[in-house]
Nanobody, 125 residues
Framework: QVQLVDSGGGLVQAGGSLRLSCAAS????????MGWFRQAPGKEREFVAAVSWVGGYTYYADSVKGRFGISRDNAKNTLYLQMNNLKPEDTAVYYC??????????????????WGQGTQVTVSS
């Protein structure tokens, strides 16, 4: 069974940092791409960052470019999201996701087949 387990969220002051982790089953980790999405209260889920397994291509939403970094540890079957210089508008539930096939694009949640349970990130001003 495919499983993704998110962790690492918490409460942090503006300007601070957090690192999210997503532990994946071996089967999930062999998917074509993995990414992070987030959903704030009253808003739609939005793309944050993604990494393709072939070539390690990374892609970021403009709102986080230069502040967030996505990476993977193949040996540990774990995906990470390093978040620096956090802002109150980054407050959301963050979800990791994995594709089950080659995605057409990396920034659409419709391309992802497997999802973690989410981890809350709260940034105070």
């Amino acid at each position: 069974q495919v499983q993704l387990v998110d962790s690492g969220g918490g409460l942090v002051q503006a300007g601070g940092s957090l690192r999210l982790s997503c532990a994946a089953s071996r089967r999930t980790f062999s998917s074509y791409a993995m990414g992070w999405f987030r959903q704030a209260p009253g808003k739609e889920r939005e793309f944050v960052a993604a990494v393709s397994w072939v070539g390690g291509y990374t892609y970021y939403a403009d709102s986080v470019k230069g502040r967030f970094g996505i990476s993977r540890d193949n040996a540990k079957n774990t995906l990470y999201l390093q978040m620096n210089n956090l802002k109150p508008e980054d407050t959301a539930v963050y979800y990791c996701a994995a594709t089950g096939s080659i995605p057409k694009v990396l920034n659409s949640d419709r391309e992802y087949d497997y999802w973690g349970q989410g981890t809350q990130v709260t940034v105070s001003s």
